[in-house]
Nanobody
Framework: QVQLVESGGGLVQPGGSLRLSCAAS????????MGWYRQVPGKQRELVAL???????NYADSVKGRFTISRDNAKNTAFLQMNSLKPEDTAVYYC??????????WGQGTQVTVSS
C-alpha cells in the first residue's frame, strides 16, 4: 500500500503564496500519477492539478497561470506551488496517488485559508 503525507497548508493573505508537499511511501509503482484536489463544505472534491511520473501535467482552468505542480521522483514527492492566491482558493487540499492499475490513495488533507 501507499501512504501519503501532506504538509504546507496554512493561512495566507490574498495575493500571497503557499507551497504544498505530498510525500508518498510504501509500494510505489512506475507509471503513477500524483495530484492535488480541493474541497469546500457542501461541494464536491475537484481536481486542482495532476502530474504523471513522466512529467505531463493538467490544471483546472481556475488555477492556470497561478499554480504549478511538480514532483521529485527520486523522493516520491509532489509539490503544489500556489501563487496569487484568492479567497476562493480556500479549501481543504488533498493529495492523490494513482498507480498504473488505477488504484487511488488519498492523503489526510491540509487546510488552505486565504483571508485578510
Amino acid at each position: 500500500q501507499v501512504q501519503l503525507v501532506e504538509s504546507g497548508g496554512g493561512l495566507v493573505q490574498p495575493g500571497g503564496s503557499l507551497r504544498l508537499s505530498c510525500a508518498a511511501s510504501g509500494s510505489i509503482s512506475s507509471g503513477n500519477a500524483m495530484g492535488w484536489y480541493r474541497q469546500v463544505p457542501g461541494k464536491q472534491r475537484e481536481l486542482v492539478a495532476l502530474i504523471t511520473s513522466g512529467g505531463s501535467t493538467n490544471y483546472a482552468d481556475s488555477v492556470k497561470g497561478r499554480f504549478t505542480i511538480s514532483r521529485d521522483n527520486a523522493k516520491n514527492t509532489a509539490f503544489l506551488q500556489m501563487n496569487s492566491l484568492k479567497p476562493e482558493d480556500t479549501a481543504v487540499y488533498y493529495c492523490e496517488y494513482t498507480d498504473y492499475m488505477g488504484n487511488v490513495r488519498w492523503g489526510q488533507g491540509t487546510q488552505v485559508t486565504v483571508s485578510s
